[in-house]
């Protein structure tokens, strides 16, 4: 025999679950959401697309490559989910160094300074931009509408038909401005995407689409999504029961704004969530309280990002206090 | 289909060997055997050099009581008495013998292959035959059978299990046995059912063994008390604590015996040995061995004396391939892998696994991504991160905490770690600081 055998401890094989499999999973579920985005904001939301990814790539290949000088891993994906979570939270409309000075914030400050991959407290993406959003809030809030024509069904309600109007107000921003009143429920096309607003949160169905995909193929579990979708659904819910003028209704909390982008893709980022399934429906809970007492009773208008990145906070004392339930706890020996 | 609940894995079966008949594989020139092949005191050694042994003489007696008899499995000469290298990978101590051409068994020993039907030995004379004959637990880990049957005052057991599941990947030795031997395994399971007094014996075995389930099914109208449960494929079925709670949904707490929850399991094997020893008198010196490996030019389930050099039955299958890069004393999920294969065959040695340079190699460990994985297919409940970074940190108190002693070390975290991170190897580390703490603080 030509080698030496090798010695280790077992077990001797090992599955095939990799960082790559999990990341570029979450990649393809976002598949669906970009494709919406394309169609409904042109050729601008690719402009968005290809920079926040390279940008988040190569901010991470110059900090391993010259200022860790270690090995660098921008083809695990991590770096690529980032960017497209990224481009995501953002109009179409943002201004390219806007958007590369964000990556630099996710990336390096959310990601890098704290180790890189598996040891960020904060969903990087988010950190990106939350920092955009005070750093720029007139470019971040000014959403530019879909591409008229696209509409696919021309209800009466929150799209003004003239073709002059480029830019347009979102439905939460309505909401938070005007009151339950002022918005008109038009489902069918918020859940297809065709609303202003970032540009990965449009189609609430795209999401959910996606959503189901990484349930499907075991890279998240559904306590996450559960748990936030119910919390929100049944708090918004209550709201509106005591006062249908000033609350708007559960339903249309769901399809508006970044709530399904959040719940399927950013509160369930393996890093910033908790360990345990316990941990995960307080996390998922507490994420879907926050959003919507942040969108009825702050005035920002849109309360996802912030959820998240404070149930992030909690998450360590969340695993703490919640412990998986062990073999054997409570079984009664003779 | 039954299984059990929390955790588990599905890894790659490789069952190859499993449509190889056993194969009585013939005497060696030179036997190694050492004192030590169970758990527990290593055997007092009662021959020296020079001695003439004949097959199935006691020639190591147990020290204490974890301790089981060692028989000489071969007629021949004592060489020397030595210190060799085990599967363990420690030297040991072991009687080398020089085989002789006629072998000549034990005067009492029925070595022949007519089955006794009839059970006529006592519960008492049951544990003394077992224990006399150097019976050991045959799944793996080698526990002296006849402590097993030694129930403390106050404890009642109810159900005998038999542990059919064999849920590591490759190994197909139980099966074998399984199919071939069935009765005299049926008559052994009833020999351990009047050993400890039960009505009650389940043998529990995963549905890719559905031929054996039939087989066994077809015989149980002369075994009253015996049923046959097919189990859902997870690994590890085969650990007790899972196969109890498989078979009759009872959970072992941490730190207690299967006894605690009215339960005994044994391997099929050992049920088999067992019904060598107790109506044939024939001590332990053989076992069904599977040689396997996607490389090798055949596949084997081998009847090995032990003693037996493990390059010579890889020899028996074509020799060791050009690109091997390691050998595994056991299944690819708990086995051992030895530094070389000169090293001899013992009562535990299940299989020996021949793996490719290709399927040896890992990828570097990268971070851990809190994926939390580790603690989905964890059987036992735990956090299998966390306790890795406890063993790392060198943290014995926060482990005990975390219930690190509950690991029963089955390496599902460490099959399913995305990062490719030594989990169980850490975790191994952390038990043996915090069983020293806590042996400590016991002495205090």
Known sequence: MKNQLIISSSPHVRGNWTIEKAMYGVVMAMIPAMLVSFYMFGLGALRVMLISIVACMAVEYVIQKYVIKGPVTITDGSAIVTGILLAFNVPTSIPSWMLIAGAIVAIGMGKMSFGGLGKNPFNPALVGRVFMLISFPAAMTTWPKPIVSREFFSFAGLDAKTLDTVTGPTPLGILNEQGANAVTPDYVNQLLGSMSGSMGEISALALILGGIYLIARKIITWHVPVSYLLSSFVFAGILWLVDPSQYADPLFHMVTGGLMLGVFYMATDYVSSPMSKKGMLIFGVGAGVLTILIRVFTPYPEGVSFAILLMNGFTPLINTYTKPKRFGEKQPVN | ?444
């Open chain 2, 1 to 444: 289909m039954k299984t059990f609940k929390l955790g588990g894995i599905h890894p790659a079966e490789n069952k190859m060997a499993a449509s190889q008949p056993i194969e009585e594989f013939p005497l060696p020139k030179q036997g190694i055997i050492p004192v030590s092949q169970h758990l527990g005191a290593p055997a007092k050694l009662l021959v020296k050099r020079g001695d003439q042994v004949k097959t199935g003489q006691l020639i190591g007696e147990t020290a204490g009581f974890i301790s089981a008899n060692i028989h000489s499995p071969y007629t021949g000469k004592v060489k020397k008495i030595d210190n060799v290298l085990d599967a363990s990978g420690y030297k040991r101590q072991a009687v080398i013998i020089d085989v002789a051409d006629e072998e000549e068994w034990e005067e009492d020993i029925d070595h022949s292959e007519d089955i006794i039907r009839e059970i006529t030995a006592n519960p008492d004379e049951i544990v003394n035959k077992m224990k006399a004959n150097g019976i050991v637990g045959l799944g793996g880990a080698t526990f002296p059978s006849h402590v097993k049957l030694m129930v403390p005052e106050g404890k009642k057991i109810e159900y005998l299990i038999i542990n059919g599941v064999e849920c590591e990947p490759y190994l197909t030795n139980d099966h074998r046995l399984m199919l071939e031997k069935t009765e005299e395994m049926l008559i052994g399971i009833k020999i351990l059912m009047k050993g400890l007094g039960v009505d009650k014996a389940i043998i529990g075995i995963e549905n890719n063994k559905m031929d054996a389930v039939e087989h066994i099914r077809s015989m149980l109208k002369d075994f009253k008390g015996i049923s046959v449960e097919p189990l859902k494929v997870k690994y590890p079925q085969g650990g007790e604590k899972q196969l109890i709670k498989a078979l009759v949904n009872r959970e072992v707490p941490g730190g207690k015996l299967p006894l605690d929850v009215g339960c005994v399991v044994n391997n099929v094997a050992t049920a088999y040995s067992v019904y060598e020893a107790v109506q044939k008198n024939k001590p332990l010196i053989d076992r069904i061995i599977t040689v396997t490996g996607k490389n090798l030019q055949k596949t084997a389930n081998l009847k090995v004396r032990f003693g037996t050099q493990l390059s010579e039955l890889v020899d028996h299958v074509g020799g060791l391939p050009e690109d091997t890069g390691k050998i595994v004393s056991g299944g690819p999920m708990t086995g051992k892998a030895l530094p070389s294969l000169d090293v001899p065959a013992t009562k535990g040695t299940a299989g020996i696994l021949v793996m490719t340079q290709k399927e040896a190699k890992f990828a570097d460990p990268r971070n851990c991504i809190r994926c939390a994985k580790c603690t989905e297919v964890c059987p036992q409940g735990l956090e299998p991160y966390l306790l890795h970074q406890f063993g790392e940190l060198e943290r014995p108190e926060d482990a005990e905490a975390n219930g690190i002693m509950d690991c029963i070390e089955c390496g599902s975290c460490n099959y399913i770690c995305p990062s490719n991170r030594p989990l169980l190897e850490y975790v191994r580390v952390g038990k043996a600081k915090t069983s020293e703490m806590i042996r400590n603080r016991k002495q205090k």
